[in-house]
């Protein structure tokens, strides 16, 4: 994420920067349900978005990378943007947005 820091100039973070945390709360919450509470603990919402790194990507009916699939799930509930990629292939969704007046 340093990089999205320093040479594009936006705010980022991800769930591995404290990983006493991270940690914690794998053990309280458990594996699948880690990175959205993490992202419910940062206060997402619809000014913000979510981007999803991934080698093989996720898929609920399959079991797979469940922490990343309830991530995304939770983006979408609270109106944040949205991107995930794995592999070559890349999956966006995006969000209208209104200029305030």
């Known amino acids: 994420m340093n990089d999205f820091r320093k040479i594009a100039g936006f705010e980022c973070y991800t769930p591995s920067d404290n990983v006493s945390e991270l940690t914690?709360?794998?053990?309280?919450?458990?594996?699948?349900?880690?990175?959205?509470?993490?992202?419910q603990g940062s206060r997402l919402g619809g000014a913000?978005?979510?981007?999803?790194f991934s080698v093989?990507?996720?898929?609920?009916?399959?079991?797979?990378s469940l922490n990343l699939v309830r991530a995304l799930e939770l983006a979408?509930?609270?109106g944040a943007g949205s991107s995930a990629w794995w592999g070559a292939t890349?999956?966006?969704?995006?969000?209208s947005r209104t200029s305030p007046s």
Not at 24 to 39: H, K, M, Q
Not at 56 to 64: L, N, T
Not at 90 to 95: D, E, F, G, N
């Open 24 to 39: 914690a709360r794998i053990n309280d919450d458990g594996w699948e349900t880690s990175y959205a509470r993490w992202l």
């Open 48 to 52: 913000d978005a979510v981007f999803v």
């Open 56 to 64: 093989g990507g996720g898929s609920a009916a399959q079991g797979v």
């Open 76 to 78: 979408k509930k609270v």
């Open 90 to 95: 890349a999956v966006t969704r995006r969000r």
